[in-house]
Every structure is written in C-alpha cells, then in structure tokens.
C-alpha cells in the first residue's frame, strides 16, 4: 500500500507543469556545463593534439595560435618592476632623445603611448605586448648602456672589445641619444647597486642567452642583451625575487624573438610539458636560448610555420 501511494506521489510531481523560469534556468545550466566539460576536455588533450597537428601542414597555422597564446598573449605580460623615474632619468642623462624616439614610434600606436612614461614619474608597472615589443627592448637598451655597471666596465665587454667597447651593436648602433654614444656608456648612476647586488645582476646575467647570438647577458654586445642587462639591474634594485627576473626575462626574450620562443614551446609540448610549466631558467640557457641551441630546437620540431619574422634585428 505504501509503495503504491509513494508512486503516485512521484507521478504527481512529474506530471506538475514546471514555470517558465525554471525550464529556462535548468538549459542556461545545462549549457553552461556543457561548455566547461568541452573546456576541459579540451585543455586535457592539448598535449597529445600538438604533435598531430605539428605533422599536418594544413593545421600549422591553428597549431600556431594554440602555442602563440600560451607564449606571447595578446593581452600581453605585466613585469614586475615599477617605471618610477627611469624614464625621466633616461631623458635627463641623455641616453635618449625624446624627439627622436617620439619620431621612431610614431607609427606605433602603444610605443606612443608608453612616450608617457618618458616625462613622468609614475607607479605603473612595466609590460610588453607584440604592439610595444621594440619600445621595451629600446628604452631598457638605453637603461642598460648609461647605468653606471660593474659589469660594463669591468667585464665582457671590455674583455673582448679589447679596449674599443664602441665596436659592438649595443653601443656602436645606437643613435637615439642626445649625446655620443662613448660619453653614454657606463656613465650614469641611475641604479646604483650595493657590491651583494651588483653580484647578483653578474650571477644572473651570465646564466641568460639569447637566439641571435651564442652570448649571455653579461656579454650585452647586442640590443636584447643590453636590454636584459638593464631589466635585470632594475629588478634586483626593486628587490623582485631570481625566480621571477628570469619568469620576466623570459617573457621579454618572447615577444622579442616570438617564432624561436613558439617553437621552444612546441618543443617541450613534444615532452608533454606545458609552456606554463616550464623552469624559466632552464628556457632562457645556452642549451635552449642561443642561437645554437634555438637551432637544435627547430630541427627537432622541424620548424613551425605562420608565426611571422623571427623577431627584432639587433639595431634601433
């Protein structure tokens, strides 16, 4: 008897006409479960879909969105370091010619505007996207020129230029200042440095490379590397940590050189370990981020088209 009345309970219910606003909830849900699960799925098979879409040339161009997202977002990177007053020093001690960069980034609409950060003393922190890349590399280029450094005077630079540092890209290629570029070199204290860290900018700078060349930063002959040297000498006065100076270095080298850095993470997709997850100061050593070791990685994912040029030239 009481099963009998419990049925018709059930039958009851199910029977009850259910209100519009319920329906319309319960398939809002439904749907939105629906993409979570699709979401997740997704993400689950991303490792196994790079290498099948890596051997399909009618899928690079999708393999390449996939990678490219992952390594140089469109809504780009957020360093750690503050503009301060980096950049009014930079115009001050003339290691930059404010009309002449205004001149260079006329045409790009996020170097313009960054122009800001040039007369002000801001609170801002620092970033970098694909629209800003050249602004970064050229203004910590000039950073990493004109601060008075250890390791400009005292180290590679000096070694190998065999008393004439003006030799090199880093120094004979720029013409953004306001001054010649031998009165700019090493000549201004706009980060100064106790000896523990100026150590500490030398331990981390000779641990990161670049893809143009087979040196590491603290041998900055080129651009990027004088760049990396300024970024580096900045964090450390602002006290960032070595585990995100290098998170942050690898980030610039990125948007700096996106096709090398896309391919390094297809590389290490082949090995089912996510861009995210990978040891940044591991990315950035001679095995992987010289240009030798960049060349390895290319053979070894036999290059991924799509992504566009290689990156910025070492020239202003």
Known sequence: MKKRLARVKYRKVLLKTVPLWFAILLTIESSVMVGLTEYYFMKKN????????????????????????????????????????????????????????????????VGAKHMWHLENNSK??????????????????????????????????????EGDVMSFASTGGWNLGTRPTEELYSSSKIIELSEKQEELVRKIAVSVYRPCCGNHTEFPDCNHGMAALGYIQ???????????????????????????YVELAAYFQKQNIDWKNVDPKLALSSEYSSADGMQKVRESVQSIPGIGPQGGGCSA
Do not use: C, H
């Not at 996207?129 to 601060?147: D, I, K, Q």
């Open 46 to 109: 991303f490792n196994k879909s790079v290498l099948e879409l890596s051997k399909t040339t009618g899928s690079s161009e999708e393999l390449v969105q996939l990678l490219k997202q992952e390594v140089i977002p469109q809504k780009g990177y957020v360093l750690a370091v503050k503009w301060n007053d980096v950049g009014k020093l930079l115009l001050s001690t003339g290691a930059i010619d404010k009309k002449a960069f205004e001149e260079l980034f006329i045409d790009e609409p």
């Open 234 to 260: 900045l964090a450390v006065k602002q006290g960032v940590s070595e585990k995100r100076i290098y998170q942050d270095l690898l980030a610039l080298n990125s948007f700096w050189f996106p096709q090398n």
């Open 124 to 161: 801002d922190q620092m970033m970098i996207s694909e629209g800003g890349s050249r602004f970064m590399v050229n203004t910590l280029w000039a950073l990493g020129l004109v601060n008075k450094s250890k390791i400009l005077d005292e180290g590679s630079m000096q070694k190998y230029g």
